[in-house]
């Protein structure tokens, strides 16, 4: 099973200027995330997707800070304009979202991220 | 939201050696899931725990999730140099909450050989 991609894997820009992030989730996985998780840190959740619908942004800096998934599958996460508190792994997820509390099987599986730095 | 703390948040140890890692909140997991980061990587589930009480192993890992399902401890027994990465936490609330899954700041151990 081919696992979450991401691209790129690094980035380097300058503050002010805009970035996109780019992932493609497990085939057949319904739920994709994206966190920021800047150094030190664990990952925060930036937003979740349920197919190509919004279940949550509430944590995402929305005067900056967009995400699509339009026709629920891959996603891209855009940075405009970016600040030097934006640099941070940016990690995607996908789950299948089994509704089953006592399942093990709602873990999510990762992407390796994208390492951004705003300098 | 439901805090979770992990301690402690640094851990430096040599090959061989055992450890114990915590994952503590005020308020009663529905389940919680313990992941390993390596650096440059995304976390990897290792594994989830949802009865009070429950002990689970996986070889040289112990996890075991607090009776009243407030806390969690993972053991390591004689790290190897394998074993080092970042050993985070992650609880979903229960259904029909808010849909939030939520990481501890996580707990780096570094061993060495």
């Known amino acids: 099973e081919a696992g979450v991609a991401q691209s790129p894997r690094y980035k380097i820009i300058e503050k002010r200027q805009s970035v996109a992030f780019w992932c493609n989730p497990i085939s057949g996985h319904a739920t994709l995330y994206w966190y920021q998780q800047i150094l030190g840190q664990g990952p925060k959740l930036l937003i979740q997707?349920?197919?190509?619908?919004?279940?949550?942004d509430s944590q995402l800096p929305k005067d900056r800070f967009s995400a699509e998934r339009l026709k629920g599958v891959d996603s891209t996460l855009k940075i405009q304009p970016a600040k030097l508190e934006d640099s941070a792994v940016y990690l995607c997820a996908s789950s299948l979202e089994i509704r089953d509390k006592f399942s093990q099987s709602y873990g999510y599986t990762f992407g390796s991220g994208t390492r951004l730095t705003v300098v | 939201t439901q805090l979770l703390e992990q301690s402690p948040q640094f851990l430096s140890i040599q090959e061989g050696e055992n450890l114990t890692v915590y994952c503590n909140s005020s308020s009663v997991f529905s389940s919680l899931q313990w992941y390993r980061q390596e650096p440059g990587e995304g976390p990897v589930l290792l594994v989830t725990?949802?009865?009070?009480?429950e002990v689970k192993k996986l070889k040289r890992l112990t996890f075991q999730f607090g009776d009243a399902r407030k806390d969690s401890s993972l053991h390591i027994t004689a790290a190897q140099t394998g074993d080092t990465g970042l050993y985070l936490c992650a609880h979903r609330p229960p259904l029909g909450g808010s849909y939030i899954p939520t990481f501890g700041r996580g707990t780096s151990l570094i061993v060495h050989p």
């Open positions: 997707f349920q197919n190509n619908g919004v279940v949550d």
């Open positions: 725990v949802v009865t009070g009480g």
